[in-house]
């Protein structure tokens, strides 16, 4: 009996073992798909980290306008007064008088041609004459410019 009886044990033996192999291979199976899943994760961990980084970048650029806007408000104040000084200069009515001696207007441009106009045209104007701008402008420079001399404005 004493034989069977390790027989029987051995047996017993053998079938916990080839159970105790069975759960290893289910733990086996279990722990590949476990290591699938995981690279799936880091993957898709990856993708989430390019975009962030990305959403990163953009915020940063976004900031970098937010803090330059005060910057580009103050140069488009700029263009615009310069535009608005365009437009006002092209709608102005301009006479440009020629012929008269260097400094025959003397300090004040715009008296000089409220008084010698009317003789020059042998117009009495009534009312007097009115200038928005005078400005003298000499022969050319010897710089090839004719910037004014200098300037006065009358009422």
Do not use: W, Y
């Not at 390790?6 to 053998?14: G, K, S, Y």
């Not at 980290?49 to 937010?66: K, P, S």
């Not at 615009?80 to 025959?104: C, H, M, V, Y």
């Not at 003298?136 to 009422?155: F, I, N, Q």
């Amino acid at each position: 009996m004493a034989d069977s009886e390790q027989v029987t044990t051995m047996d017993h033996i053998l079938q916990q073992i080839t159970a105790f192999i069975r759960r290893l291979e289910g733990m086996d199976t279990a722990i590949t798909s476990l290591t699938l899943e995981t690279k799936s994760m880091r993957s898709e961990i990856a993708g989430f980290q390019t975009r962030v980084t990305g959403m990163e970048h953009q915020i940063a650029t976004m900031e970098d306008h937010v803090h330059k806007a005060p910057e580009k408000d103050q140069e488009l104040l700029i263009l615009r007064s310069k535009l608005t000084d365009l437009e006002a200069r092209s709608q102005r009515d301009n006479i440009r008088l020629f012929g008269f001696p260097e400094l025959a207007e003397g300090t004040d441009t715009s008296s000089f041609l409220r008084s010698v106009l009317p003789k020059l045209t042998e117009i009495t104007f009534d009312p007097p004459l009115e200038f928005q701008r005078a400005h003298r402008l000499g022969p050319k420079r010897k710089d090839g410019t004719s910037k004014p001399h200098r300037s006065s404005s009358a009422c």
